[in-house]
């Protein structure tokens, strides 16, 4: 371990980036980039050493020192001699030193698979998985205080302190937005995006186009078909088949493009450990419409406007009543963007180090 002239080793496990378009890719990225450039300013100067697939080293320039991830780190690492902390970013990583003498962060996102219909063995699988990490970790972190309350309920966290250190915001102002292909060009469209999966709700979206003439777009990664197609169908079964477009994966600029030119926000999600995507909408002054599920109403705050009910009619009632209170109050726009402010890589990364410092047990300067 390196602790000459107050230097100490610390290593964080970003493999998650080895799958582009996802939350956990974004969360790495910027997690990894703002903890670089803040210790690279610090008066106390940690070591870092990334931990990431070799294809998005490119992403890290600043960084001098990388170890590759390989499939057999899985079950050896004999790298984790040389470091003082380990930071695991996620709960489900299969890359975790549970032998190592240094100290363990474990970041831990969602408790989704509770919520998922999974079978009791998987269920009962994950559990004994995420349990050990925390046993080993001496260290905890949840990226909401939903999150923190559900862990504390469904595991044992002994005597450890549970840390609470929300996402930043990922939208860059020097990204310029492009359109993407198949966008309708008249009436406005409400956006929505995430992993087409079962939890996120999408298949009640199509209920927001009653009794107006808007379309719904929606965007993300395809893991069941099935579930693509119950949306498809719940469009039809409303009339409103012809004004849905699901476009799959877009990249950041048409994200960007969408998010600012959309009328409306939706992500009625019943599954959410944060919720990115709320908070980028949020950026653009949008109104947002979420399910008052997990997460979603302690990020969206009263900035946002909740699904109390999630049939048809009642989603209906809540959006067409919630855009015309958003249109009608001009300060609304300054609120949200507000709420979106407080969320920052910049602070997240900030209260890392300072974690970082706790654990190691470093002297405050």
């Not at 695991?88 to 408790?111: G, M, R, V, W």
């Not at 862990?151 to 020097?174: E, F, H, M, P, T």
């Not at 937005?177 to 966008?183: A, D, E, H, L, M």
């Not at 929606?218 to 719940?234: D, H, K, L, R």
Request: glycine content about 4%.
């Amino acid at each position: 371990m390196s602790k000459q002239k107050n230097i100490y080793s610390i290593g964080l496990e970003l493999e998650r980036m080895k799958y582009p378009n996802t939350g956990l890719f974004h969360f790495c990225s910027q997690l990894g980039q703002h903890i670089l450039t803040i210790n690279n300013k610090n008066s106390f100067n940690y070591q870092l050493t990334f931990f990431i697939p070799k294809t998005i080293q490119e992403l890290f320039l600043q960084l001098s020192s990388f170890i590759e991830v390989k499939w057999y780190n899985k079950f050896y690492m004999p790298f984790n001699s040389k470091f003082d902390l380990w930071h695991c970013t996620n709960q489900f990583s299969e890359y975790f030193p549970f032998k190592t003498k240094a100290k363990i962060i474990l970041t831990i996102h969602d408790l989704n698979f509770l919520h998922e219909n999974k079978p009791t063995l998987k269920v009962l699988k994950y559990k004994k998985s995420l349990q050990q990490k925390l046993n080993r970790a001496d260290a905890i972190v949840t990226i909401s205080e939903y999150v923190k309350e559900e862990l504390i309920q469904n595991l044992d966290v002994k005597d450890k302190k549970v840390a609470v250190i929300y996402n930043g915001c990922n939208i860059n102002s020097s990204v310029i937005g492009t359109k993407p292909n198949n966008i309708p060009s008249n009436n406005g469209f409400v956006f929505s995006i995430g992993t087409i999966v079962e939890k996120k709700n999408f298949h009640l979206l199509p209920a927001l186009l009653k009794d107006n003439q808007l379309h719904l777009i929606i965007a993300g990664i395809c893991q069941s078909e099935a579930y693509q197609q119950s949306i498809i169908e719940a469009a039809k079964s409303l009339g409103v088949a012809e004004r849905v477009t699901i476009l799959g994966t877009v990249t950041e600029a048409e994200k960007y493009w969408l998010l600012e030119n959309c009328t409306a926000f939706a992500f009625p999600s019943y599954a959410e450990g944060f919720g990115l995507p709320v908070v980028e909408a949020m950026h653009f002054g949008k109104p947002i419409f979420l399910s008052q599920f997990t997460s979603l109403p302690e990020i969206g705050s009263d900035c946002a406007y909740y699904f109390n009910e999630l049939d048809a009619q009642s989603m209906s009632n809540t959006f067409n009543e919630g855009l015309k209170d958003f249109n009608a109050k001009p300060q609304k726009v300054v609120l949200v963007k507000e709420r979106a402010a407080f969320f920052t890589w910049e602070k997240a990364a900030s209260e890392y180090l300072k974690l970082y410092e706790t654990i190691l047990k470093i002297p405050s300067k």
